[in-house]
């Protein structure tokens, strides 16, 4: 019996070692996708991005991107803000920028402090937590 508990409890620590893993690397992505979103919001505000130019110098928008969101931005990445509307390059939506990315590094930050097996923990309570609510404990 101990065999197939220790060998669960191998199995399933490599599961939550994979899954901190990838929610590291998913929040990563989420708050490198929020800093352009933002740094795109910010140039357009301040007149750096000028979207009403004749012609666009989308190889200076990139350079210009990628320095003040501190990462490389690409050319999919650019089309898809370029295609976003005007209404959504407002004060209001720079500010649901901002919260957004300072939950989501607070997030990440959590996530990078926490060991798997506090996130095996976590879990556990969880279920605990809503057993003895399902039970009305």
Known sequence: PHGIID??????LEGYYARRQHLIDSLT????????????V???SAGDIDLAAPELDEAAVVAGLSARAGSTVDAEALATLLSLPLS?????R???????LERLENELAEIKAASPEDL???????LEAALDG???L
Do not use: E, P
């Open 7 to 12: 060998a669960f409890y191998h199995a399933r």
């Open 120 to 126: 095996w923990i976590a879990d556990l309570d969880a």
């Open 94 to 100: 720079r500010s649901a920028l901002q919260a957004r």
């Open 88 to 92: 959504s390059l407002t004060a209001k």
């Open 29 to 40: 992505s989420d708050v490198t996708k929020t800093k352009v979103q933002l740094a795109f």
């Open 42 to 44: 910010d140039g357009v």
């Open 134 to 136: 399902a039970h009305g």
